[in-house]
């Protein structure tokens, strides 16, 4: 039978104290580099397994995060999962990440699981009410910062785009090309995201009298239901289409892209021009590249972990705070045919 190797066995080999692998384990930012890289080789040559459920009754909580996302699919939150990820690596953390599904039965299964597991800190892309998520993670004690939705700093911290701006800047970047007629193609409005999008969309018609905006609603925010919500407005006598689509994902956009090219039943942008919202890696290789409302997923991932890992820091001194990134608008041939980023 193995005998299972204990901390003392690598403290042994790497020559330094038991408390010293233990700082390594719980503590790196205690250590020098050159020490902890000493301890993992270690670690790795004995095959070291630390005991987590022991440490937990001990300290109370991990070093891993949660993280619970609205959709998994949606390559916008792979990114900010990536930098989420990197982010808690380099502090001594790991992430666990998991996707609702905007489901917030399932959502809170997740919690609860997490709660279990003991974990440090919640990051939540919240799939309903914040307030009230946020409020019953603090009775479990968890300290919570919501990603990709914005709130009041009194509540949480909080980190993402300017939702309303970005749909104002889409907009404005259609009706500065002449188009006067928009259709807002969207997944479910009561995703807080997509609300806010389309208030921004609102604003930048408001100001120019002679446009107008239509909204159409799908079920999901994928390419499937934008390729629906396409052939719904292939339906419409021609006299009634819109000249432009301000969709408020890419892979909505994506999907009426192709229900609109394939058969070639509509010319992009010269009938219909298209934005789209996130800028995915794709956006820029659709069959016509896709302009877009970029929002970097990645920084926005790895401030979420900055922001958590401050608060767990600093505890009752901790002071709320609220990130927000400007919207960046990228041109793409799906708009005007060029590529430009302003």
């Known amino acids: 039978m193995k005998v299972r190797t204990s901390i003392q066995d690598v403290a042994r080999l790497a020559g330094v104290a038991v408390g010293t692998v233990s700082n390594v384990l719980n503590q790196p930012e205690k250590v020098r580099p050159q020490t902890i890289e000493k301890v993992n080789k270690a670690i790795i040559q004995l095959g070291f397994i630390r005991n987590d459920a022991a440490r937990l009754l001990k300290a109370g909580t991990s070093r891993s995060i949660g993280l619970v996302v609205l959709d998994s699919s ?27 599904s905007n489901d917030e039965v399932r959502e809170k299964r997740y919690i609860n699981l997490f709660e279990e597991q003991r974990m440090a800190g919640v990051l939540v892309s ?31 911290c909080s980190v993402g785009l300017d939702d309303v701006a970005g749909g104002r800047i889409a907009v404005e970047h259609l009706l500065g090309l002449g188009r006067k007629r928009i259709a807002f ?46 052939e719904q407005i ?15 994902n890419d892979l909505l956009a994506v999907g009426v892209l192709q229900a609109f090219v394939f058969g070639n039943q509509v010319s992009v942008p010269e009938e219909i021009a298209i934005i789209g919202y996130d800028d995915i890696d794709f956006a820029s290789a659709a069959v016509v590249p896709l302009s877009s409302v970029r929002q ?27 990130i927000s990134f400007k919207p960046e608008l990228v041109i793409r041939a799906s708009t005007t045919g060029n590529q430009i980023r302003t």
Do not use: W
């Open 74 to 100: 949606n390559p916008f939150f792979g990114q900010l999962t990536r930098g989420a990820e990197d982010a808690a690596d380099e502090n001594g953390y790991a992430l666990i990440s998991s996707s609702s």
């Open 185 to 230: 193609v969207s997944g479910p409005s009561k995703i807080r995201q997509v609300s806010d999008r389309l208030s921004g969309a609102r604003e930048a018609v408001a100001q120019s009298p002679s446009s107008v905006l239509e909204v159409f609603e799908g079920e999901a925010q994928t390419v499937l239901t934008g390729r629906n919500l396409g």
């Open 234 to 248: 292939l339906s419409l006598p021609k006299k009634d289409r819109p000249d432009a689509i301000f969709a408020a």
């Open 126 to 156: 919240p799939a309903g009410n914040a307030t009230g998520l946020v409020s019953e993670l603090k009775t479990k004690g968890f300290k919570t910062v919501l990603v990709d939705r914005m709130e009041d700093p009194e509540l949480c």
């Open 296 to 322: 970097n997923a990645n920084l926005i991932g790895s401030s979420a972990v900055e922001l958590l890992l401050d608060e767990i820091k600093e505890g009752e001194q901790h002071i709320h705070r609220q």
